[in-house]
């Protein structure tokens, strides 16, 4: 099985920003954008759904970045484009991609135990700092879960003939229709 996203596809649409090619983490996402997926995104839009998304995504390497050259769409259907860009179904896969290769990047596994990177102009944030980025991450992971379940139920007529398959995944939608909802940052009423 392959991840939907590539690790280049994460660090070059600026959710995270992109470094000098000689400092870039995307080799250090590699191992573990499936794992991401599986965690993240399987559940939420069902493996079918999943799988579909996988088949119809176009081949070439996904850009909406005009300054790393010409714009790349995932999809050639709009509906699936819209899904993917305009309704968090991206955002999922990108962060989840970070969230979970973010323990790996932060502390380095070697001969000699474990070890934190230290450069010469920052200084590494602590283990303190990075559960903080991952609760974060965590509240906004299931932020984008909620909105794309949520979009999907209320939009399942377009996406049934596409592979959704809204059996056991929308009878959740209205529980997670509530008044107030929690971007990861702020209540909105």
Request: glycine share 6%.
């Amino acid at each position: 099985m392959t991840a939907f996203l590539k690790p280049v596809e994460v660090t070059n649409q600026g959710t995270y920003r992109p470094t000098p090619t000689n400092a870039r983490f995307d080799s250090l996402m590699l191992p573990y954008n499936e794992q991401a997926e599986r965690r993240w995104v399987r559940d939420t839009i069902g493996k079918t759904f999943l799988d579909a998304l996988k088949a119809a995504r176009t081949p070439n390497t996904i850009n909406y970045n005009s300054f790393l050259g010409a714009i790349q769409p995932a999809f050639a259907d709009p509906d699936l484009e819209n899904l993917f860009l305009n309704e968090g179904l991206y955002q999922l896969m990108a962060i989840s991609s970070v969230f979970e290769a973010l323990p790996y990047i932060h502390f380095q596994v070697t001969s000699q135990g474990v070890q934190v990177n230290n450069t010469e102009f920052s200084t590494p944030g602590t283990g303190s700092d990075m559960r903080y980025v991952r609760d974060q991450m965590t509240n906004t992971l299931q932020f984008w879960q909620k909105e794309i379940v949520n979009f999907l139920c209320e939009n399942q007529d377009i996406y049934i003939p596409l592979g959704f398959d809204p059996e056991g995944i929308c009878a959740t939608c209205h529980k997670n229709n509530d008044a107030s909802r929690n971007n990861g940052f702020f209540m909105i009423y």
